[in-house]
């Protein structure tokens, strides 16, 4: 962990200016707050409401008067629509993800496609589906890794916290969301946040690939340890991954792209801020030399 004394008094303004941005005032709260009473809480409250959820279940789920024994045994229709969902082999569901992602000549017909397709299991539990939003002809994009429970609800990439706390990002290098195109790298939230496996990746690779061959950016931003994994193929964490500029080649469009920390890394952990904002500012003078 690199001391204050040793930043420069540039270096130093540079990083409270960026905290600032973030919205960071206080390191310390007023008055300690215990967090184990709170989940105790919490869990007594849970197990008070757990018999009335109980009861209201049992009148959903008992018979009507009037009610057949076939009808009875008959599956729910929400149950009987998941069933009917075509299983599609991994293989097969690329090649298809391939053919609607090169079929797309347009970014809102790729979206399109993609809306459309119905090859890759995420889709199936997601709220949403993610696409790019901003503007393309910016020639700057900002690409991060799955979407996640805010963006399901939403809509659109990097709601919530994390979506908040990267417009500050972008504003301290100059941009707005709006005035640059930002996507992920999957277009469907995976169950419980969790990492998208490489099967789904292989399926989900030809529509973020295609974004960038039709959207041409000058600079791409990669956000996150997933999404620099994707496109750097290593298997190193974010930080290993970080402030390199390196090259994303998609079809004959080779465009340059460096790697920094997702915003909900830095809400996790705000000491990592530092290392954000060295990487921010070399995007920021890439874009100036283009």
Known sequence: MISVNELSPGEL????H???????????ENEAIDRFAEFEAMKAARR?????VQAAEARENSPRPGTSASQRNAPAPERAVQRQQPSIPDGEAVQQARFAAESARSLPELKTAIEAFNGCNLKHSARSTIFATGDAASGIM?????PGAED??????????????????LAAIGLRRDSILLTQVIPWRPPGN?????AEMDICRPFIERQIALAEPKAVLVLGNFAARVFFGESDTIHGLRGQWREIAVGNHIVPAIATLHPQDLLTAPVNKRLAWNDLLA????LAAL
């Open 13 to 16: 303004a540079a990083l409270l």
């Open 18 to 28: 960026f905290h600032a941005e973030a919205g960071v005032e206080w390191l310390l």
């Open 48 to 52: 008070s409401a757990a018999p009335a």
């Open 142 to 146: 900002v690409i991060g890794s799955a």
């Open 152 to 169: 399901d609800r939403e809509g659109q990439p990097f709601a919530g916290r994390p979506g908040q706390l990267l417009d500050k990002m």
């Open 194 to 198: 969790r990492i998208a496996s490489a």
């Open 283 to 286: 995007f920021q003078a890439k």
